[in-house]
T-cell receptor
Framework: KAGVTQTPRYLIKTRGQQVTLSCSPISGHRSVSWYQQTPGQGLQFLFE???????NKGNFPGRFSGRQFSNSRSEMNVSTLELGDSALYLC?????????????FGPGTRLTVL | AQSVTQLDSQVPVFEEAPVELRCNYSSSVSVYLFWYVQYPNQGLQLLLK??????LVKGINGFEAEFNKSQTSFHLRKPSVHISDTAEYFC???????????????FGQGTILTVHP
């Protein structure tokens, strides 16, 4: 099976712009989770989608949003970018998103905000 | 809410030496435990996980971990490391606290393992 893919791999944006990141899960996986990784805060959970519905979200401002399509592919959007949004954004897929599921991670999208 | 503490931010070792990376967690409910490895410019790869049963869990690449409920620990060990084990290692937990658990892993801050020749 193909792994989790994320596009693009690298992005450079300026403050105030918005950005959309894409994630294609492993075939058959219905849950997609998103994480932000920074040197200072580490890996932090953003949100999880299952069957096109957000079931869980972390403690991030409303500028961070996402969606999931009927084929389980997911996108996340960050509006009004701030310098602090520079990070590696990782998505992970699992069968059903339950606590015992293994999450499989993509290679990430490196976002730089100037 | 749960939290994960990785006690060492960096661990340098020589090739073929044993290594232990320490992880402690706290949670008000029962948890499931995971170790992931991240190589430079890559995503995270699962090394092993503990769900239930035997407290000694064996994973890929010769790694193993032991779940200790009384000490709320899940330390990762390898008896003999290789240069290729140089990477960052993350301990993570999930819990079964209902809706707030869906798709969520809580990670420690990571331990950078550097294997010297």
């Amino acid at each position: 099976k193909a792994g989790v893919t994320q596009t693009p791999r690298y992005l450079i944006k300026t403050r105030g712009q918005q950005v959309t990141l894409s994630c294609s899960p492993i075939s058959g996986h219905r849950s997609v989770s998103w994480y932000q990784q920074t040197p200072g805060q580490g890996l932090q959970f953003l949100f999880e989608y299952f069957s096109e519905t957000q079931r869980n979200k972390g403690n991030f401002p409303g500028r961070f949003s996402g969606r999931q399509f009927s084929n389980s592919r997911s996108e996340m959007n960050v509006s009004t970018l701030e310098l602090g949004d520079s990070a590696l954004y990782l998505c992970a897929s699992s069968l059903d998103g339950i606590s015992t599921d293994t999450q499989y991670f993509g290679p990430g999208t490196r976002l730089t905000v100037l | 809410a749960q939290s994960v503490t990785q006690l060492d931010s960096q661990v340098p070792v020589f090739e073929e030496a044993p290594v232990e990376l320490r992880c402690n967690y706290s949670s008000s409910v029962s948890v499931y435990l995971f170790w992931y490895v991240q190589y430079p410019n890559q995503g995270l790869q699962l090394l092993l996980k503990y769900l239930s049963g035997s407290t000694l869990v064996k994973g890929i690449n010769g790694f193993e971990a032991e779940f200790n409920k009384s000490q709320t620990s899940f330390h990762l060990r390898k008896p003999s490391v290789h240069i290729s084990d140089t990477a960052e290692y993350f301990c993570a937990v999930s819990d079964n606290a209902g809706g707030t658990s869906y798709g969520k892993l809580t990670f420690g801050q990571g331990t950078i393992l550097t294997v010297h020749p």
